[in-house]
């Protein structure tokens, strides 16, 4: 019969500290040598059943204190080093594992001080966003990863590149593509740079959508995608070659700290300027005031995507011919914000749309449907806002789909002029919304997920509130 092989040395090692012995003690105890008992300590030696009964009989220890189990410290463990801010620091799990092993009081240390660290960093995101609200800069240093610098970037200023713009209604004008794009594109990377597009199956193109061949000269892009998110990534391929020296121009402007985070810029300056190819200035807020800023009519009118449609509208920023000031934000489902962006930069200290009474938080309860909400900050300020779900990739079989939902705002005292005002106007009136919860101080909200920081609790055992976070 073969024996069971237990390797569970550090545990071996905090047990025989706890019973206060030497190794030399413990194993003329068991009935080994010193030298072997290192070895088991340092998990170069297995525990074998017949030690393990030795321990058992010798010191009257519980074998399952030796056959125990850390799986629940180490999967916390990788949720810590997950973070962008550690996710390179170890090259695989097997460091964790001893970690977990070795000294799980310091594991779990660790993972408290995590637990402390994200508590704390969102609590000093919304009193510095309390404070900048209320006029007073904090200059608080720290370092932003180039994706969330980047980020930052871009929402802080208007969503509106007038180089970039006019740089894309002149190719398009080269192009002479009329209603159908696609081939135009195709027919301009051929022309300019011996390019050409094909469409590959999913297995072709293993976690790629894009991908361009500089030996064989050919854009692949995946069949996963919509064909509206296919002419788009043509688009960028051909803004990326076509309008260089200005997207260069738009991302030195954005004056970035890093290579990384210019890289970065580089991409979403292609995208944007992609959008601005698809949807030319003049021809698109010409359709937009004429349809009444109604989004679905503008897809079919322009052969894109509800989401590209949104996006498009936020950037009709022209100073001779500027559209409505609508700002939009993007989530996946679980709440995280994928992006912000506004014609005069999203309204961070005004609006913030982490409210989870948003129509936006409802919306993956109704993909496809577009959701027109009138709502309300504490200030007084109404604001019309349009939510939608957004398709990903077409999934691989027994693949969950991609979700994703986009909310596009605007000012109540503006709405007038767009085709969703009569619906966003509910007959109780404006939805009271608020910032985010830590920073709203709306009594009696069902949906508070998180007490004030800016009020006391209210600790009476005689008085429950309709929320679970009672506040004076």
Not at 122 to 151: F, I, M, N, Q, Y
Not at 280 to 294: G, S, T, V
Not at 317 to 323: E, F, S, V
Not at 435 to 444: H, Q, S
Request: with cysteine; charged share 25%.
């Amino acid at each position: 019969m073969t024996e069971k092989k237990i390797f569970a040395g550090p545990r071996l090692r905090r047990i025989r500290k706890g019973l206060d012995l030497t190794q030399t003690a413990m194993a003329e105890a068991l009935s080994i040598s010193p030298s072997y008992l290192n070895l088991i300590e340092r998990n170069q030696r297995p525990l074998t059943v017949q030690l393990l009964l030795k321990l058992a009989s010798v010191y009257d220890i519980d074998v399952g204190e030796l056959q125990g189990e850390s799986s629940g410290t180490i999967s916390q463990l990788k949720s810590v080093f997950s973070d962008s801010l550690l996710s390179g620091e170890l090259p695989g799990d097997q460091e964790l594992v001893e970690v977990a092993e070795a000294a799980p009081n310091a594991a779990l240390g660790i993972i408290k001080l995590y637990r402390a660290y994200c508590e704390q960093a969102a609590r000093l995101s919304d009193l510095t966003a309390l404070l900048a609200h209320e006029g007073r800069e904090t200059h608080l240093p720290g370092k932003r990863l180039p994706h969330e610098e980047v980020r930052d970037a871009i929402s802080r200023r208007p969503y509106f590149f007038d180089d970039l713009d006019r740089a894309a209604e002149m190719l398009f004008a080269e192009l002479d593509a009329g209603d159908d794009l696609a081939p135009a594109l195709k027919a301009w990377l051929m022309k300019h740079h011996g390019i050409t597009v094909r469409i590959l199956p999913p297995h072709a193109m293993v976690n790629l959508g894009r991908r361009f061949d500089r030996h064989t000269m050919r854009l692949f892009i995946s069949a996963r995608f919509s064909p509206f998110d296919r002419q788009r990534e043509i688009a960028i391929e051909t803004v990326l070659l076509a309008l260089a020296d200005p997207i260069a121009a738009a991302v030195e402007a954005l004056d970035l700290s890093s290579d990384e985070s210019r890289r970065i810029a580089r991409f979403e300056l292609a995208r944007y300027a992609a959008l601005a190819l698809m949807m030319p200035y003049a021809p698109f807020i010409e359709a937009a005031r004429r349809d009444r800023f109604d989004i679905g009519l503008l897809c079919g009118r322009f052969g894109v995507s509800f989401e590209q449609a949104a996006t498009r509208l936020v950037s009709l920023q022209r100073l001779d011919n500027a559209g409505l000031a609508f700002f939009a934000m993007e989530i996946d489902q679980a709440g995280n914000i994928l992006r912000r962006i506004g014609a005069e930069g999203f309204p961070h200290a005004g609006f913030r749309g982490e409210c989870p009474r948003l129509d936006l938080y409802d919306a993956f309860s109704q993909p496809g449907r577009i959701v027109s909400q009138h709502v309300e900050m504490p200030d007084g300020v109404g604001y019309l806002t349009l939510s939608r779900t957004l398709e990903g990739p077409e999934p691989a079989l027994g693949e969950r789909p991609h979700l994703t939902a986009i909310l596009l705002g605007l000012r109540w005292d503006k709405a007038a002029a767009t085709a969703y005002a009569a619906n966003g106007g509910a007959a109780g009136g404006p939805v009271p919304v608020g910032p985010v919860c830590r920073l709203c101080e709306r009594p009696g909200c069902l949906s508070r997920a998180e007490p004030p920081v800016t009020r006391p609790l209210g600790l009476d055992e005689m008085v429950a509130g309709l929320s679970a976070f009672d506040f004076r």
